[in-house]
């Protein structure tokens, strides 16, 4: 068999004649399978070749068979005849099934028009109903209102016609004898009869609109209606006020059957709330008419609490009754904040006013302490969550401008911090009155960032909304405090005040407090501050704790980076005046230069006056004070290892330029005889000027390394002392130092 490119065998054909017999056989969808992989023309040809084969196995079965082929015309005899035969009895089973046919489509007709008229019948019987469930409704609604123990003479805006009015008048008034809570409670529990029917009368009229009888009884119901508000506005004010807690029941249901909630509000509002609040923040139209000329709201609200537990903790238990339904009710937002609010604005208005941080403080945390209080008789957290979704809620929060707050507690903290850094001398602490960080602090200016940061966190100032405004204040602060120290570093250093002249004056001792300072600041931050921070902010999600910890901590630390800066100047500073004693060098290389000086036998003076400013600094109190062992073993050898720099310069060049001029003078000097020196058994005939000065270096820088060693430092540690030695040492001497 053929194989193709990858070794598979080549079909002759596509086709699949065996598929060609099959009962479900489709070509136009055979077709078209096979057309996603055999070219038309392929196809085309394959077919043309399958019809030729057929056409000849045709031919081969004829001519195999031709006797019984031709033999087949003569058995078809008289086919006309049989084919007449079998019409006749299928004409008459057609005639039979299209009788039944219409015969069926009759009946169906008649069964679908006989279906319509019962269905018509049926809308008419429902309406008939519905016009009659209404009438019996407003009927009944009218008839339970007759039988009312009570109801008011007459309805406001005069609605109601000369025989309501002649009906109310004359009925029984309601009685505070003894019954009278009886009849209370019986009128409630009508009302909320009738508030049931009449929410059935609601629904009714609804399916009912635009229909004539209805329109007719359009005025009863309005009449019904408003008579039903003005009793159960009646009853429910009366039970409010002798706190019958089964009528405030009954009518609260009645209410909340109707859907008239705000109703409910607002006569709770007005009959309860309203008179307390009135008595605790006297307000009206012509204005306020405090009690005191202050807006601190703390003692206001403690009264209103009073008010509250002893008025209206009736009202707010029923209406927080568990599957009761009235959860409708929003008494605490609708009722009471809404009241209270009114009589801020009107009463208290500089109560809201953020100039007087202090008391816009007070009056804003006693207003969330008033809140949590009235969140407190929620039963549950969506009970919360609904409060604070109030409009009221909503309304008395953005009373409180907190933003404005804290732009005023930005400017008095950071402008504390900028009126301490703006002096021109550091200022020790001695000289403050604060004596809670003096024992801790060197420098008034560290006690005025500390001062600030703990501001930014205290109780009188923090507002909890606005945290992370104060902590992004803090780091601010710590920013100012570290770019005015590394100012002052930077004008140091290059001798440039502008406005740095505290840092120009500063004497090392004052850069100690400096460290010291720094030292407690990171102390105080990373240790006690980041503790209280954390505790003021537990509510928050772990994640975001996390984040104000790292904050806090990275800002502290910010600071650490500063004091190898601090060290850095002082030793500048120290070296500085160290290095004053080196311009004596010079003279030696004169000295050795001009005169026929013998051999040196001693170091020179200037080496004992090297180091001495270094050992009097650390000899200072301040040093002891403030100097940790860390801090005076890094500062020692900072010092030694840039004395010993300078002094190296300095000695190598010395040295250089006398080797320089004795190789020039080397020619001339080649005829002369050098003199003797001091000792008898010791000739400098063949020691050099320069062999001279270099001993006299060799001495100096063994009293130097002497010097050191008093200090805690090994000179050959130092690699330019070791450079130094090999540069003045003799070639046998010049691997081993030893002083």
């Known amino acids: 068999m053929a194989t193709d490119l990858f070794g598979d065998p080549i079909e002759d054909s596509h086709l699949n004649p065996s598929k060609f017999s099959d009962p479900e056989f489709d070509p136009e969808s055979y077709i078209s399978d096979l057309r996603t992989f055999v070219p038309f023309d392929t196809l085309r040809s394959e077919l043309r070749s399958h019809l030729g084969a057929l056409k000849h196995e045709l031919v081969d079965l004829i001519n195999r068979d031709y006797v019984d082929f031709v033999s087949l015309s003569t058995k078809l005899v008289d086919v006309d005849a049989a084919v007449v035969r079998m019409r006749a009895p299928l004409l008459e089973i057609k005639e039979k099934i299209l009788n039944f046919r219409g015969s069926v489509d009759f009946s169906l007709a008649a069964l679908q028009s006989r279906r319509k008229q019962r269905s018509q019948a049926d809308e008419t019987r429902e309406v ?159 204005g306020a008419v405090g009690e005191s000329s202050g807006d601190e709201l703390v003692q206001y609200y403690e009264r209103i609490k009073r008010n509250i537990e002893d008025d209206c903790k009736v009202c707010l238990e029923i209406s927080f009754t568990e599957n009761s339904g009235l959860h409708v009710f929003s008494f605490l937002a609708k009722s009471i904040l809404k009241e209270v609010l009114s009589a801020i604005q009107k009463g208290k208005p500089g109560a809201f006013s953020p100039g007087r941080p202090v008391e816009f403080l007070k009056n804003y945390k006693s207003s969330l302490n008033f809140l949590d209080y009235l ?133 090392p001792y004052d850069l100690l407090y400096i460290i010291h300072d720094i030292n407690w600041l990171v102390d105080e931050v990373c240790g006690d501050y980041l503790g209280h921070v954390l505790e003021l902010l537990k509510s928050c999600s772990p994640a975001v704790l996390d984040l104000v910890e790292q904050g806090i901590l990275q800002g502290g630390n910010s600071l650490k980076v500063l004091q190898p800066l601090v060290i850095n100047s002082i030793v500048e500073t120290l070296v500085d005046k160290s290095v004053e004693d080196f311009r004596q060098l010079k003279g030696i290389a004169a000295t050795y230069r001009i005169t026929n000086k013998p051999l040196p036998v001693r170091h020179s003076p200037y080496v004992s006056a090297v180091l001495r400013p270094l050992k009097a600094f650390l000899e200072a109190e301040q040093a002891a004070t403030y100097l940790t062992k860390e801090l005076r073993k890094e500062l020692v050898h900072g010092a030694a290892f840039e004395i010993t720099r300078r002094y190296y310069e300095l000695a190598s060049d010395i040295v250089s330029a006398a080797r320089k001029m004795e190789s020039s003078l080397q020619k001339m000097r080649l005829g002369a005889q050098r003199r003797g020196g001091a000792s008898s058994d010791v000739t400098d005939h063949n020691v050099s000027e320069t062999d001279k000065i270099c001993m006299q270096l060799l001495l100096d820088i063994q009293e130097y390394g002497r010097n050191l060693a008093s200090l805690g430092v090994d000179a050959a540690d130092i690699p330019t002392y070791r450079s130094l030695w090999q540069c003045v040492a003799p070639p046998d001497k010049q691997n081993t130092i030893s002083f």
């Not at 009970?383 to 401008?401: C, G, H, P, S």
Request: hydrophobic share 40%; proline share 3%.
């Open 128 to 286: 008939l109903e519905l016009l009659l469930d209404t009438f019996h409704a407003v009927s009944k609604v009218e008839k339970m209102i007759n039988e009312l123990p009570s109801v008011p003479a007459e309805l406001p805006n005069g609605t109601t016609g000369s025989t309501e009015k002649d009906r109310l008048r004359n009925s029984i008034p309601f009685q505070h004898s003894e019954n009278g809570t009886n009849l209370r409670e019986t009128q409630s529990v009508l009302l909320e009869r009738i508030a049931i029917e009449m929410n059935q009368l609601k629904l009714y009229t609804t399916h009912a609109q635009n229909m004539p009888f209805i329109e007719n009884m359009v005025k009863r119901i309005q009449n019904a209606s408003l008579l039903l508000d003005t009793s159960l506005g009646q009853c429910f004010a009366d039970s409010l006020e002798h706190r019958d807690a089964n009528a405030i029941y009954n009518c609260l249901r009645a209410y909340a059957a109707i859907d008239e909630t705000s109703s409910a509000e607002e006569i709770f509002r007005s009959t309860v709330v309203a008179p307390f609040i009135q008595k605790i923040i006297p307000h009206g139209s012509s």
């Open 375 to 507: 969140e407190g008789y929620c039963p549950s957290r969506s009970a919360v969550a609904k409060l604070r979704e109030e409009t009221v809620y909503i309304d008395f929060m953005k009373q409180w401008n907190t933003g404005v707050y804290f732009s005023l507690r930005f400017q008095e903290i950071a402008g504390a911090l900028d009126s301490a850094l703006m002096t021109t001398t550091l200022l020790r602490s001695q000289n403050s009155s604060n004596q809670e960080y003096s024992r801790s602090s060197a420098l008034k200016q560290s006690i005025s960032l500390m001062d600030c940061l703990r501001s930014c966190w205290r109780d009188d100032v923090l507002v909890l909304s606005c945290s992370d405004k104060f902590l992004r204040l803090f780091l601010q602060l710590l920013s100012r405090y570290s770019n005015w120290l590394l100012a002052g570093l930077n004008a140091r250093k290059t001798g440039n005040a502008s406005g740095n002249e505290w840092a120009i004056s500063a004497a």
